[in-house]
C-alpha cells in the first residue's frame, strides 16, 4: 500500500497571505489527523477528520481550518499567515480494529512564513 | 491537563551501549501508548504501541519498551545501539475517549550514537 501523501512538501508565503496543505490518507483509512510541529512547541494536535466530519479539534485559533473530501482526502487551511506558523504540518491516517488502533504519519510540508 | 513528559532531550552513547528513554504521562483514564521515530531527513515513524496485554512490548529494529501503569510510564530501551539509531525519538500516548482519537506527543529526545 501506497503511504500517506502530502502536498506540497514545501511551501514559502509572505504575512497575511493564506495557505492550503493537502494530504491523501493510506487507502481504506478513513480518519485524517493534523500536526504542527515546531522547534519550540513540539509536536501539537490540530485537529481529526473522519467521515468528513471534524470529530476533534486542538487548541489553536480559528485561522486554522480544515475539511474532508468523500474520498478521505483532507486539506488544512491557514488564513492571515503570522510568522509564527512557520512549521512542518504533519498529515497522519489512523488505521482502527478490534486489536489496533494506529496513526501513520506523512512526510509533511514545510511552510516558511516570511 | 494531559500531557507527557520526556526526561532527557539529548542524549549522546557509543555504539554497542544500551540505551533506555524515560516518559511519563499524566492522565487519569486508560490510554493507547506509542514511541516514534524521526530519522534525520525522514518522517515519522512508529516504533511500538501498547495497548493492552503483556506490559513489555518489542519494536522494530531490536526496540522494546515497558508499561509500569502505577509509574504512569512507558520506557523505550535497546540493548545494544547503532549509529543508524541516531534519531529523534517521540513518546505519545492517546487517551481512549468515546472513539476520538488525538496524540499527545513529548517534546522529544535526540539520539546520538557514535561509532
Known amino acids: 500500500k501506497a503511504g500517506v501523501t502530502q502536498t506540497p512538501r514545501y511551501l514559502i508565503k509572505t504575512r497575511g497571505q493564506q495557505v492550503t496543505l493537502s494530504c491523501s490518507p493510506i487507502s481504506g483509512h478513513r480518519s485524517v489527523s493534523w500536526y504542527q510541529q515546531t522547534p519550540g512547541q513540539g509536536l501539537q494536535f490540530l485537529f481529526e477528520?473522519?467521515?468528513?466530519?471534524?470529530?476533534n479539534k486542538g487548541n489553536f485559533p480559528g485561522r486554522f481550518s480544515g475539511r474532508q473530501f468523500s474520498n478521505s482526502r483532507s486539506e488544512m487551511n491557514v488564513s492571515t499567515l503570522e510568522l509564527g506558523d512557520s512549521a512542518l504540518y504533519l498529515c497522519?491516517?489512523?488505521?482502527?480494529?478490534?486489536?489496533?488502533?494506529?496513526?501513520?504519519f506523512g512526510p509533511g510540508t514545510r511552510l516558511t512564513v516570511l | 491537563a494531559q500531557s507527557v513528559s520526556q526526561h532527557n532531550h539529548h542524549v549522546i552513547l557509543s555504539e554497542a551501549a544500551s540505551l533506555e528513554l524515560g516518559c511519563n504521562y499524566s492522565y487519569g483514564g486508560t490510554v493507547n501508548l506509542f514511541w516514534y521515530v524521526q530519522y534525520p531527513g525522514q518522517h515519522l515513524q512508529l516504533l511500538l504501541k501498547y495497548f493492552s496485554g503483556d506490559p513489555l512490548v518489542k519494536g522494530i529494529k531490536g526496540f522494546e519498551a515497558e508499561f509500569i501503569k502505577s509509574k504512569f510510564s512507558f520506557n523505550l530501551r535497546k540493548p545494544s545501539v547503532q549509529w543508524s539509531d541516531t534519531a529523534e525519538y517521540f513518546c505519545?500516548?492517546?487517551?481512549?475517549?468515546?472513539?476520538?482519537?488525538?496524540?499527545?506527543f513529548g517534546a522529544g529526545t535526540r539520539l546520538a550514537v557514535h561509532p
Open positions: 505519545a500516548v492517546s487517551p481512549i475517549s468515546g472513539g476520538y482519537n488525538k496524540l499527545i
Open positions: 477528520y473522519f467521515s468528513e466530519t471534524q470529530r
Open positions: 497522519a491516517s489512523r488505521f482502527r480494529d478490534r486489536s489496533t488502533d494506529t496513526q501513520y
